[in-house]
């Protein structure tokens, strides 16, 4: 099969497709894939996750509107159906890989399960198969591993035996379906003539504009995107740190700052977690100074941010001693262990960097989370007897405590705000011992 039989195929949605990891990405791309009409076979080799999404069940358990609805619509129509058997995608004619690629603790991509997952559709893939790459990875990466690993394992070349190609997502928990047709995609073929079958697909389920490029500029892109907002983040919580040393207000100065006009000082906050943010910028510069380049900014945005739940820890023992408590022995309600409001998705969480100095310093953590199950419940249960409160995550649960409820449950009325969830609900009450983040007091 070349481009133009794929094209014609795409174009009646008779063109099979394979969604290769059903996390965060793939599997609300499967679906809108199906519910645009396309066979789909979504693929994951997480034990028990095929049969729970052909139970129609959604495995993400976060607020995500519309996945679950779209999700259940696919696997009764039948368009839509999940496997962990890589022999069943021989007839699909597009694979759509969408697989974690963290970075380990240097900082180094780990392409396990990329380079397990290509090894495995190598294997299967029919001739002229169309291989779209979805996961973010470094520059490079499609034509250093990408690559020459299927043409290696499939015994193949690029552009006869099969198509290659990169679309990294843009998307966020909490607004995934709604990211995935909303926000542009960069499409970097091996050849134009790839980008443009890989664009006559995705315009199925992409609403915005779709821009044409080479693998390379793929690749940049989205690891630029991430490591600039890195940037921007840094900037904000170095500002809130100055701020607090001289006894000013962050939240009031970027008030202000932001009427300038072109400016756009982004939220100082008690951590930055994600798959994408905390790893895309490690990412990006990853080889370059093998090649010459001295890097400066983006090692010390990441530096910065990595170090803010740990300046939370600092702000509740200060709180603690204001009150007569030392935090050796303290039991310490953490509210929050998602890294995003409103979401069950915990990958590079702040907060567990936060917890494990908790324990460091002797103190006993109490976590609560209404999103995951394992910290869920009555919040003014959990915090019970606790010596102080800490607000790491802005759902909208806490925004919607009673204030009194929740110090009567406490020992200490010591309340560490991270997020600024409480500045308008009585936290800075006289009654409190209320820290925020950015703002001595």
């Not at 008030?255 to 008690?270: I, Y």
Request: charged letters at 25%; glycine letters at 8%.
């Amino acid at each position: 099969m070349n481009l133009n039989e794929l094209r014609a195929r795409i174009a009646n949605k008779t063109a099979k497709l394979a969604v290769i990891g059903q996390g965060y990405v793939g599997l609300p791309v499967a679906a809108l894939f199906a519910g645009q009409g396309f066979d789909v076979l979504g693929v994951d080799i997480k034990p028990g996750l095929a049969e729970k999404i052909n139970a129609g069940i959604n495995p993400i358990e976060g607020f995500e509107p519309g996945l679950a609805e779209l999700l259940k619509e696919g696997i009764s129509s039948g368009r839509l159906r999940a496997t962990a058997d890589y022999k069943e995608l021989a007839d699909r004619d597009v694979f759509i890989v969408a697989v974690e690629t963290p970075v380990d603790d240097n900082h180094i991509p780990r392409y396990n399960a990329l380079r397990a997952a290509l090894t495995s559709l190598a294997s299967v893939m029919k001739l002229g198969a169309l291989i779209i790459i979805e996961s973010t990875i470094a520059p490079r990466t499609m034509n250093d591993l990408v690559l020459p690993l299927l043409e290696e394992k499939s015994g193949r070349k690029l552009n006869e035996g099969f198509y290659l190609g990169n679309c990294p997502e843009r998307v966020m928990p909490g607004k995934l379906l709604n990211n995935l047709r909303k926000m542009s995609r960069v499409v970097g073929g091996m050849t134009p003539e790839t980008s443009e079958t890989m664009i006559a697909l995705y315009k199925n389920i992409v609403e915005a504009d779709l821009d044409p490029a080479d693998c390379i500029t793929a690749e940049l892109v989205k690891t630029v995107e991430n490591a600039y907002r890195d940037v921007q983040i840094a900037f904000a919580n170095e500002v809130a740190l100055v701020a607090e040393a001289a006894g000013g207000d962050v939240w009031k100065v970027r008030e202000l700052v932001n009427k300038s006009p072109q400016r756009q000082m982004h939220l100082p906050g008690a951590g930055v977690g994600g798959h994408c943010i905390p790893k895309d910028p490690w990412l990006l510069v990853h080889g370059a100074e093998e090649k010459g380049v001295k890097l400066r900014l983006i090692p010390a945005a990441r530096s910065v941010n990595d170090s803010m739940p740990l300046h939370m820890v600092e702000l509740l023992a200060d709180a603690l001693a204001k009150v007569g408590r030392s935090i050796l022995d303290a039991r310490i309600a953490v509210l929050g262990y998602s890294y995003l409001e409103d979401s069950d998705d915990t990958r590079n969480s702040p907060t567990r960097s936060l917890v494990a100095r908790l324990y460091e310093l002797g103190a006993e953590p109490v976590i609560h989370d209404p999103w995951i199950t394992e910290y869920n419940g009555d919040v003014y249960e959990k915090v019970k007897g606790c010596d102080a409160a800490m607000v790491m995550v802005a759902h909208s649960a806490y925004k919607e405590l009673d204030l009194e409820k929740l110090k009567s449950a406490l020992r200490s009325p010591v309340l560490v705000d991270g997020r600024r969830v409480f500045v308008n609900n009585q936290g800075d009450d006289s009654a409190w011992r209320y820290s925020l983040l950015g703002k001595m007091g």
